[in-house]
């Protein structure tokens, strides 16, 4: 500034300070001055000047009279309190400096809590006489006390107010971001290989997500890789091949598919999956990207996912639920067209649940996630996606209305048309009702002919076609979810069924008629780190493409041939299974 000084500095040099505040709650900076000795001049419109007028003497201090109209006769006043200072001889200055100070002593916030808390309390004690006089319909209250009594009657609640903070990469580095930001890394062999080369001992300990791991590199590393070029040179490399795969588009041909999960299997850094299930819908969106197949995806975004096992020192087994960070999962917010976090509702008995839209990106694949762990729904129905199959009956039928009919919406909200809807399983059977629903608003049908709708819609109808593929155990249907799996047979043009010769050779059947129409299922051949292991797979997948001996004969085939196979291949490379 002019006097290349700080404020402090300024202020311990001065000998008087005027603060004629025109409003203030408190005013410090007079306080301030005293408390540097400094003799200061205040007003009646700061808290602290009231303060020190109710004294009997307050040397070192002068409080002026200020209102709204009398502006002239402060800055006369002013000029008086500066003149009669200027007067004074030394030992009288000195006497006032002195007594600024002490009055400043009595200031501390350790004197001034008590009364801090007195007059709190007796705050509290007008409210509570305005409430009861306003409650017993006495007499009418001025206006503005009942303004006050509102306010009283309103929960004092903070704002909170979320924030996600990213760490930024230097610009030669940025493509790592991009990698890490979408799944497709974790299916290829190079771009996995390119974030453990960084730093292999920190991409173990961040349980191999880049997310968290770039977010936990030093400066002085990102610097040296910026200069490395043999490390640039392989991040080109990846990085192209990733940009040339996600350039490639659909046959505009292809009928455009929704499949909606429960659960998805894609890395163990999103842990919204529990098992063999979540795997096979994990396996059909990374082939559905490498087809190039137009298909989207819709879930739930899980806070504490699946339960973790662990074995106690005793040898039992205990089951551990660990919170998601967010923030370090391949997941973004949603927007909509002005930039807000788009959201689906659905109403439930007295009130409406909210779930806010994730996008996760695997590959060419949109995965949609749905979360409703946040501060518009109750307490209660924030537990709708907090774990995966978790919670009473009446939480899991939430889920699974959220799932569907929630699943549903979010995708016409965000003007995404699909001619064919796949439920993995019946957890998403409702989306069949919702597609009633739109069929019957859309087309004015009944119930009954909007259940027989089986052609092909065109491009302004959503969700004409239903398959259902419900995949489980050949077994008879009795538990569980039973209602939702003939809700979803009902419902849907096919009904598929995973491996169901293989247990037992029987089909289910449902009053007298066959559940599944046809089983199959599907693997997404992941190129894993062992090379050996990769080649093996490729051998067994040739020899049970030549196997002629029926399905019972197959288990017996998989724990010989394959195991044997595997124990040549452990040996012959020093034990590589060994990371599997």
Known sequence: GIFDKSYYELLVGMDLTLFPSYYEPWGYTPLESIAFSVPTVTTTLAGFGLWIDRREEHPGVAVLCREDGNDDEVASALADAVLRFSQLDAARVEEMRRAAGVLSKEALWSRLFEAYEEAYALALDNADVRMNH???NATPLPEQQVKLVHQALRPERPEWNRMMVEKNLPERLRPLEELAHNLWWCWNPGARDLFEEIDPDLWNRSERNPIAFLDLLTINRLKELERDESFLASLDAVYAQFKSYMSEKPDPATPKIAYFSMEYGLHASLKIYSGGLGILAGDYLKEASDKNVPMVAVGLLYRYGYFTQKLSAQGAQQATYEAQNFSKLPIQPVRD???????????????TLTARIWL????????????????ANLEEDRRVTHYLYGGDWENRLKQEILLGIGGVRALQSLHI??????????????LGLERIRNLVLRRRLTFAEALEVDDLPGPEELDDVVDVRIVGEAQD???????????GKILGEIRDGIACDLHGGSRPRIAGGELWEHAGSVIHKIGVETGGLDLLLGQVSSQLANQRADHLQMPQFLCTDVGQQALQLRIGHG???GKV
Do not use: K, M
Request: charged share 15%; glycine share 12%; hydrophobic share 45%.
């Open 134 to 136: 306003v409650a017993s």
């Open 360 to 375: 996760c990106r695997v590959g060419r694949t949109d995965l949609y996630l749905l979360d409703a762990d946040y501060e």
């Open 477 to 487: 249907v009795v538990v569980g979810d039973t209602g939702l799996l003939l809700c």
């Open 417 to 430: 048309a699909q001619d064919v809807s796949h439920c993995n399983e019946g957890h998403a059977a409702f």
């Open 575 to 577: 034990g590589a299974l």
């Open 337 to 351: 067209a002005v930039g807000n976090w788009a959201t689906v509702s659905i109403p439930l008995p007295g009130r």
